[in-house]
């Protein structure tokens, strides 16, 4: 005999009057972004691990039931509730957080062939953006990967206001029709889509009702409570860092890479790390001052944040090309200038370095101002040598001629950012030792410089060969502007073809010949020893 409706209804109502009656609760926390989340989950549900690739780009924590006894009981059978958390990123923060392209190249395939591992992490997330949703109004009406097309919509996201802790949320109510059960069952979902700016939390339930019927009271209380439970405290950037360290390693080469930087710190005890969208930065604190952590963390934030902002220079200026490397590297910040040392067994006076072999940055807070008297010198230094991080990438296979790469990562080093303008801020020494060379009359013929390797250029006088490499890099990009009509256009293509050339040819010397093909040595040197002669580097 067919039961009637009522009927049923009585039925699946029956089945949650002991949850309902015996209603307890437990609070749950996830972290997401700076935020910490915090809810109620009744106690017949258990948190269950995400299915990895098959939720979607949005679920971020699922809660079923725990036992036998958690299920609902009806004459079709047994049927599951679920709690669900998505996230919706805005668009901006998404631009942000993103992690760089994934490109590459190598022996056993063509230039700018992608391996077989970044094939698929390309599709995987070609996968996951198509069922990207821009907000969770969007997600109900069309990317919800489970949307039936009879979806019955009843409450269509009615704001309800905040208080105190718990932000404004959109209370939404939709069923889809049970696969089968001859149409008598569908699913009710109920949730609460809280606006946190930045990005969208929604707490979404998933139960088993009579078609057209809503939640019987007592359930629908249970319901009630979990959704409008919310709260949300924001933490602070060292805490949040500390819960979403591993948050960027988010392919298999990054996770590779992020264990081996795991394995070289390993059981020390004032060593910590944390991923960011273009680096890894470990760090380490005083190991006999643990309250010296907080410090350094602190510090080390602030350089993610100038470093993470000049490579935004470097792109604009460089912007990655098929063949560009995709090394995940290291920014290593020791606590002082004698762990520095240590580490890196360098000589008294380097302040920072790059290796080319572990493609590591390393640097050292200098509290004491042992060598860097300000701010201002810590991030030409930070900026100088992520440039030759940068270039180590973006040029593969090229030993670039050293008044290119450090006249560029002198440049790169004199940039400062305030607010949304970038300034530039020279170095007193740099341009003393120009002034001492023309007086004196030891500047190397342009001609001559622009061909030196590292064997002439780091010789006794390297510190006047950065001097003068620096002017004539900074004369090429900034010159035109101030020169006018004394500039000689084919000035302006001296770094475009020297870059291009490199690239394509893999051969600076190449790339040297055809970047100052047909150009009047005589005029270009005059012209770069006028620019700062008449202070056009400016003083700070």
Known sequence: ???????????????????????????????????????????????????????????????????????????????????????????????????????????????????????????????????????????????????????????????????????????????????????????????????????????????????????????????????????????????????????????????????????????????????????????????????????MLRFTIEMRDRLEEVREKFVEFYPPHENVGDAYSVIRICFDLDEFHKYGDTRYGVVGWFSPMSKELVIYYDQKKVFLKDEDEMLAVCYHEAWHQYSDQYFPGVELHRWYDEGLAEYFGSLRKKGRRWSHVYHDGRLDSLARQERDGSLIPSADIVTWHKDKFYSARAADHYAQAYAMVDFLVRGKETLGKRWDDRWSEILPTYTRVCLEEKSETKAVEAAFDGVDWAAFEAGWKEWFEKDSIKRR
């Open 1 to 295: 005999m067919r039961r009637p409706r009522a009927a049923l209804s009585a039925l699946l109502a029956a089945a949650l009057v002991a949850p309902a009656l015996q209603a307890q609760f437990q609070n749950q926390t996830l972290t997401v972004g700076n935020k910490q989340l915090s809810f109620a989950v009744h106690d017949k549900l258990a948190a269950v691990p995400m299915q990895l690739g098959a939720e979607g780009p949005h679920y971020i924590a699922r809660f079923e039931p725990s036992g036998e006894g958690d299920y609902i009981y009806n004459r079709y059978g047994q049927f599951s509730w679920q709690l669900y958390v998505l996230d919706f990123p805005s668009a901006e923060l998404r631009a942000r957080e993103s992690s760089a392209p994934v490109t590459g190249d190598g022996e056993d395939r063509e230039p700018g062939r992608p391996t077989e591992e970044q094939l698929r992490e390309l599709v995987r997330e070609r996968m996951k953006d198509r069922g990207r949703a821009e907000n969770f109004a969007e997600w109900v009406r069309e990317k919800d990967p489970g949307r039936d097309q009879k979806r019955e919509v009843t409450v269509d996201g009615k704001v309800k206001k905040g208080s105190g802790s718990r932000p404004t949320y959109a209370w939404w109510e939709y069923a889809d029709p049970a696969d089968r059960y001859g149409g008598k069952v569908s699913w009710q979902m109920t949730a609460a889509a809280y606006d946190l700016e930045d990005r969208e939390i929604v707490l979404l339930t998933v139960l088993p009702t009579e078609t057209g019927e809503r939640l019987d009271s007592k359930y629908r209380s249970i319901v009630n409570k979990m959704l409008q439970s919310l709260r949300v405290t924001e933490l602070s950037e060292e805490d949040s860092i500390d819960l979403r360290r591993d948050e960027f390693a988010n392919t298999p080469a990054r996770k590779k890479a992020l264990d081996l930087l795991k394995g070289n710190i390993g059981d020390l005890k004032n060593w910590d790390y944390f991923t960011t969208p273009n680096y890894m930065f470990t760090y380490s604190w005083h190991p006999e001052k643990q309250e010296t952590r907080r410090e």
